[in-house]
Nanobody, 123 residues
Framework: QVQLVESGGGLVQAGGSLRLLCAAS????????MGWFRQAPGKERDFVAA????????RYADFVKGRFTISRDNAKNTVYLQMNSLKPEDTAVYYC????????????????WGQGTQVTVSS
């Protein structure tokens, strides 16, 4: 089992920044690809970003490229999502997820996910 706890969400003005954190516990963190997805009320779940087990590979949804950066620190069992140039359409609950492969993260076939953290961007 892997437990994931997100933090760092909040209210920010358009153009601002937030840094989300996801703390993992349980099975070896470094054996999982990690990612973030988001879901706004009444909308489909969207893949946001993924990072490989060793942090050598990253992937982003087109709508966050150049604005968001995913990273991880395996020594701290933590994955991060730095979000810059935030837009009102980025408003959603952001979830951290773990999967055995990066492809599974990108496709939404997660093994584990957290409870989410709310991000609200005001215009």
């Amino acid at each position: 089992q892997v437990q994931l706890v997100e933090s760092g969400g909040g209210l920010v003005q358009a153009g601002g920044s937030l840094r989300l954190l996801c703390a993992a516990s349980g099975r070896p963190f470094s054996s999982y690809a990690m990612g973030w997805f988001r879901q706004a009320p009444g909308k489909e779940r969207d893949f946001v970003a993924a990072i490989s087990e060793s942090a050598g590979l990253t992937r982003y949804a087109d709508f966050v490229k150049g604005r968001f950066t995913i990273s991880r620190d395996n020594a701290k069992n933590t994955v991060y999502l730095q979000m810059n140039s935030l837009k009102p359409e980025d408003t959603a609950v952001y979830y951290c997820a773990a999967a055995t492969t990066m492809q599974r993260v990108i496709l939404g076939a997660y093994n584990y996910w957290g409870q989410g953290t709310q991000v609200t961007v005001s215009s």
